[in-house]
């Protein structure tokens, strides 16, 4: 496996695969790889000759007050966790190797991004459609792998692609969880004991949404306010927010038809989650 930190060497590398015929898949990640992740390198692996990873804290998807400096970061650990999936490169730019110090061209949408996340980070989706679209012209892979745990990223990411007509297809692939149930990620490592406990609230609510929707609740008001119910039992947890919505427009539902998905972030102490199932 091979790690590239510039733009220009992921390109030669990529070229001289595609000079060979090899297939490409392409799964972007800001690092502090979890199994999570290692199961969208490892898809990427069983469906590509090549699988890059990129790996990149990517500071245009933070807000002022977020968390970009204290966001976890060990390459070390990431590259173990590549090799072992099966990647055959890791591109791991500086922000200085990704944005000119005068930058000033973003990708931004005007659907899909105004609701769930995007009302409580009103820029982050510019900064993904624009690193995301930067690594897709750079690494220019067949496919590109992401978890339908960001589900509105994954949706925002799909439509971008489709209307913008990059020749990729985007793989969607299964939330990866703890066993108790807590949905994997990166900022978990910000919970203490406690904290970790109360997290699962998240997909416990979710689970009472699940239930109530399997025995037909149709009222997407009442499933929401049940959920938003067992979350206040938790005394650590604060919603952000608990919504259905269409999973493909990202558009609220009065109904639970089509793809509902029910999709929260709470805060548990002073760290938000998200965590999200379809109905
Ligand atoms: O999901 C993430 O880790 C990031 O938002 C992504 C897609 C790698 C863009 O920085």
Redesign the pocket.
């Given at each position: 496996m091979q790690i590239a930190e510039t733009i220009e060497e992921t390109r030669r590398i990529v070229k001289e695969w595609r000079k060979e015929g090899l297939s490409v898949g392409l799964v972007?990640?800001?690092g502090y790889l979890h199994d999570g992740h290692k199961s969208l390198i490892v898809r990427a692996a069983g469906e590509n000759d090549r699988v890059v990873v990129s790996d990149f804290v990517?500071p245009t998807?933070f807000g002022v007050n977020e968390d970009l400096d204290s966001y976890p970061r060990d390459m070390e650990r990431d590259a173990a966790v590549c090799e072992e999936a099966g990647a055959a490169l890791i591109f791991h730019p500086s922000p200085e190797e990704m944005y000119f110090p005068d930058h000033c061209t973003f990708v931004d949408m005007e659907s899909l991004t105004k609701g769930l996340c995007g009302k409580t980070r009103p820029t982050h989706f510019r900064g993904?459609c624009t690193?995301?679209s930067k690594l897709f012209h750079i690494v220019a892979p067949d496919r590109a792998y992401?978890g339908q745990k960001?589900a509105q990223?994954l949706a925002v990411i799909r439509r971008m692609a489709r209307d913008l007509d990059f020749d990729i297809e985007i793989v969607g692939c299964p939330i990866v969880r703890e066993a108790d149930g807590l949905a994997m990620s990166s900022r978990n490592t910000y919970l203490d004991g406690k904290e970790r406990q109360a997290a699962l609230i998240l997909s416990q609510a979710l689970a009472r949404g699940e239930e109530m929707a399997k025995a037909g609740e149709k009222d997407a008001a009442k499933i929401k306010a049940a959920m938003e119910e067992k979350i206040r039992t938790e005394p650590l947890a604060k919603i952000d927010y608990v919504e259905i919505v269409d999973a493909d427009t990202m558009e609220s539902l009065d109904t639970v038809a089509g793809r509902p998905l029910a999709a929260i972030a709470v805060y548990i102490g002073k760290t938000r989650l998200i965590d999200n199932t379809l109905l």
């Open positions: 972007p990640t800001m990517n998807q993904v690193v995301v992401f960001d990223q």
